[in-house]
C-alpha cells in the first residue's frame, strides 16, 4: 500500500470519528432522527434517585396570617422537610400562586385531569392549606403523583397551639408522600422491589419507606423519549404484599383477579411501578355490573369475603383444566369460575349479598387491610379478586354475564323434570305390561307398548338439548368467551348423560323380547290343551 492510499484511508476514519463525536443528531429506534441535546439524559439508579417536590402553601385570607408569620411558615417548613427526609428529597416550598387552593374546600374541587409535573421534572405537586377555625388551626393538603397521574386522597390536621402548625404541616406532608417502587422481577405468585432512593439512609428510623405488610398497587407507565410521561395504566384488581425488606429491595406476594405478567418484557419506555394503597376511607361500595353492560346491577349476588393470609396460591392449574389459554385479558380472573364447586379456601369472614343496586357495603377492618371477594352467581363462583376495604369510597366490579348459563342451567331443569315425568310413566307401563302378560292379556300389552311407543324418547331429548345447547353456543362464540361455551356443553353434556341412562332403547328391546318370549310360551301351552280336548 502507498503512503497516498494509507493517508486517504486515515483521513476517512478520522473524519467518520469526528462526525460521530459531534453529530448533532442521533437515530432513533424507529429510524426517526432525534437531534442529540433533546435526549433524555440517563438518569442516576432507581435506588439512588431522590424524589423532587413542588409545595404550594396557601393561606386563608385574614387576620390570623399576617405577610411576615406566612414567610416565617413557609421557611419552617422548608426547614422541617430536609430534616424529616433529608437527601431523599428535594423540594421547592413556597406560598400558593394565582388560583392555587387557600381553603380545604378547595382541595376538593381541584380538576381531575391537570399538567402539573407533565414536563418530568416533579414526582408531587403538594398543595397545603392554613386556616383558622374558631380557636383552632387547621392544615389541610393533597397531592398530585405524576407517577399515577392521580390525586390523593386529602390530608387534614388541626392544634389550637399556634406554635405546633409548623409539625402539623410536616405531619400532612408525610401523609402525602407517596413512594414509588419499581417491580424488577416476577414470577406467577411474588415479585421482586426496589424502592426510589432506597440507598439513602432514612433520617428516621421510625418512619422508613416501606416496611414488611405495605400494600402497593402496580401500574404501567409509558415515556416519550424525553421522559414525559404520556399514559398511565393502572393494573386492575392486583395488590401487592410486602413480606420482607432489605434496605432498598423487598419480595411481594401477588394477588391478583386478572391475567396478568409482571415478569414479561417491556419496551424502553415502558416502566413497571407500584405504589402504596393506603385506606383512608371508613367503607368501600362495591357495584357489581355486568362487563359490557354496566347500567346492569347484579342483583341478589352472594358474595363471600375470605382472609387473604389464609388463602392458598393456585397457580395456572384451573387455567390448564379449562383450557382459557386463548381468552383475552378482562377485568375479572375467568380462571376462578371453573374451581371445583363446593370448595372454599378458608371460613369467610362474612357473607354479603348485593342489593337491587348491585351494591355491597365492605367495612375497613385494621386486622384484615387486604382481603379476596368471591362472587358467586347461585353456587357458580364468578370471580374471586383482591381487594383493599377503604381504599376509595366506591368500586365498580365487572363481573361476567352469566344470564345464558342461568338460562341453560334452568332449560336443563326443565328438561329433567320433563325426563323424570317420562321415566317414570315408562316404568309404570312396563310393571302393568308384565302383569297383563303373566295374566295372559296380550291384547292389553300390546297397547301399553303402543303407548311407551308413543312416549318421548333419546332422539327426541336430544333435539331438545340441541335447541338449548346450539344458540348459547353461538352467543359464547361471539363473545369470544371460551368459558361460557365450556360451561354450556358441560351442563348440556351432563343431561345427555341423564338421558342415555334412563332412556336407554336396549331396556324397551330387552322387554320386547321378554315378552315375546313368555307369549310364544303361552301359545305353545294353548296348542298342547286343544288336542287333549
Known amino acids: 500500500m502507498d503512503a497516498r492510499r494509507l493517508e486517504s484511508l486515515l483521513a476517512i476514519v478520522l473524519t467518520a470519528s469526528l462526525l460521530g463525536a459531534v453529530a448533532p443528531e442521533c437515530r432513533a429506534e424507529d429510524g426517526a432522527t432525534v437531534d442529540a441535546s433533546e435526549r433524555r439524559p440517563d438518569p442516576p439508579a432507581?435506588?439512588?434517585?431522590?424524589?423532587?417536590?413542588?409545595?404550594?402553601?396557601?393561606?386563608?385570607?385574614?387576620?390570623?396570617?399576617?405577610?411576615?408569620?406566612?414567610?416565617?411558615?413557609?421557611?419552617?417548613?422548608?426547614?422541617?422537610?430536609?430534616?424529616?427526609?433529608?437527601?431523599?428529597?428535594?423540594?421547592?416550598?413556597?406560598?400558593?400562586?394565582?388560583?392555587?387552593?387557600?381553603?380545604?374546600q378547595e382541595l376538593d374541587r381541584l380538576p381531575e385531569e391537570t399538567s402539573l409535573g407533565d414536563d418530568g421534572e416533579l414526582d408531587q405537586v403538594m398543595f397545603v392549606t392554613l386556616e383558622q377555625r374558631g380557636s383552632a388551626f387547621v392544615v389541610s393538603g393533597r397531592a398530585w403523583s405524576t407517577s399515577t397521574r392521580r390525586w390523593g386522597a386529602r390530608q387534614e390536621r388541626q392544634t389550637f397551639d399556634r406554635a405546633a402548625m409548623s409539625s402539623e404541616i410536616l405531619e400532612v406532608m408525610d401523609g402525602l408522600f407517596q413512594p414509588v417502587v419499581e417491580i424488577a422481577g416476577a414470577d406467577d405468585a411474588v415479585a421482586t422491589l426496589r424502592v426510589r432512593g432506597g440507598e439513602f439512609a432514612s433520617v428516621d428510623a421510625d418512619r422508613p419507606q416501606w416496611k414488611s405488610g405495605d400494600l402497593l398497587q402496580p401500574h404501567y407507565r409509558f415515556l416519550?423519549?424525553?421522559?414525559?410521561?404520556?399514559?398511565?395504566?393502572?393494573?386492575?384488581?392486583?395488590?401487592?404484599?410486602?413480606?420482607?425488606?432489605?434496605?432498598?429491595?423487598?419480595?411481594?406476594?401477588?394477588?391478583?383477579?386478572?391475567?396478568?405478567?409482571?415478569?414479561?418484557?417491556?419496551?424502553?419506555?415502558?416502566?413497571?411501578?407500584?405504589?402504596?394503597?393506603?385506606?383512608?376511607?371508613p367503607s368501600t361500595t362495591v357495584t357489581l355490573v355486568a362487563r359490557g353492560d354496566l347500567d346492569r346491577p347484579l342483583v341478589a349476588h352472594p358474595v363471600a369475603v375470605v382472609p387473604f393470609d389464609e388463602v392458598k396460591k393456585e397457580v395456572r392449574e384451573e387455567e390448564k383444566r379449562a383450557d382459557v389459554e386463548g381468552e383475552p385479558q378482562t377485568a375479572v380472573n375467568a380462571k376462578a369460575a371453573l374451581e371445583p364447586q363446593g370448595k372454599e379456601e378458608s371460613a369467610p369472614l362474612s357473607r354479603l349479598l348485593s342489593d337491587r343496586h348491585g351494591r355491597i357495603r365492605m367495612e375497613r377492618d385494621p386486622r384484615h387491610p387486604l382481603v379476596w371477594l368471591r362472587v358467586f352467581s347461585g353456587e357458580q363462583l364468578l370471580a374471586r379478586v383482591p381487594f383493599v376495604p377503604g381504599a376509595a369510597a366506591s368500586e365498580t366490579l365487572e363481573l361476567p354475564d352469566d344470564g345464558v348459563r342461568l338460562a341453560v342451567e334452568g332449560e336443563m331443569e326443565l328438561l329433567k323434570g320433563r325426563l323424570v315425568d317420562v321415566v317414570a310413566r315408562r316404568a309404570t307401563l312396563?310393571?302393568?305390561?308384565?302383569?297383563?302378560?303373566?295374566?295372559?292379556?296380550?291384547?292389553?300389552?300390546?297397547?301399553?307398548?303402543?303407548?311407551?311407543?308413543?312416549?318421548?324418547?333419546?332422539?327426541?331429548?336430544?333435539?331438545?338439548?340441541?335447541?338449548?345447547?346450539?344458540?348459547?353456543?353461538?352467543?359464547?362464540?361471539?363473545?369470544?368467551?371460551?368459558?361460557?361455551?365450556?360451561?354450556?356443553?358441560?351442563?348440556?353434556?351432563?343431561?345427555?348423560?341423564?338421558?342415555?341412562?334412563?332412556?336407554?332403547?336396549?331396556?324397551?328391546?330387552?322387554?320386547?323380547?321378554?315378552?315375546?318370549?313368555?307369549?310364544?310360551?303361552?301359545?305353545?301351552?294353548?296348542?298342547?290343551?286343544?288336542?287333549?280336548?
Do not use: C
Not at 231 to 247: A, F, K, N
Not at 476 to 505: C, F, M, N, S
Open 224 to 281: 416519550d423519549r424525553q421522559g414525559r410521561v404520556q399514559r398511565v395504566m393502572p393494573l386492575p384488581w392486583t395488590i401487592l404484599s410486602v413480606e420482607s425488606v432489605d434496605g432498598a429491595e423487598a419480595r411481594a406476594r401477588i394477588a391478583t383477579g386478572v391475567r396478568v405478567a409482571l415478569g414479561s418484557k417491556r419496551g424502553r419506555n415502558v416502566e413497571l411501578l407500584a405504589t402504596a394503597v393506603r385506606p383512608t376511607h
Open 430 to 533: 312396563i310393571a302393568r305390561a308384565r302383569t297383563l302378560a303373566k295374566s295372559h292379556d296380550w291384547k292389553g300389552v300390546d297397547e301399553l307398548l303402543a303407548s311407551i311407543d308413543r312416549l318421548p324418547g333419546v332422539k327426541e331429548f336430544e333435539q331438545q338439548l340441541a335447541n338449548v345447547r346450539v344458540p348459547a353456543v353461538e352467543v359464547a362464540v361471539k363473545r369470544k368467551d371460551r368459558l361460557l361455551e365450556a360451561r354450556v356443553r358441560q351442563l348440556t353434556g351432563d343431561a345427555a348423560q341423564l338421558v342415555q341412562r334412563y332412556l336407554d332403547p336396549e331396556k324397551i328391546k330387552e322387554l320386547r323380547e321378554e315378552l315375546a318370549e313368555l307369549r310364544s310360551l303361552d301359545l305353545q301351552s294353548e296348542l298342547k290343551e286343544k288336542p287333549e280336548k
Open 46 to 104: 432507581w435506588t439512588r434517585r431522590p424524589y423532587r417536590w413542588r409545595v404550594s402553601l396557601g393561606f386563608a385570607a385574614g387576620p390570623a396570617f399576617s405577610p411576615a408569620s406566612r414567610r416565617h411558615i413557609v421557611d419552617q417548613a422548608t426547614s422541617d422537610l430536609r430534616t424529616r427526609f433529608g437527601p431523599l428529597v428535594e423540594a421547592e416550598v413556597g406560598e400558593a400562586e394565582g388560583n392555587e387552593p387557600r381553603r380545604s
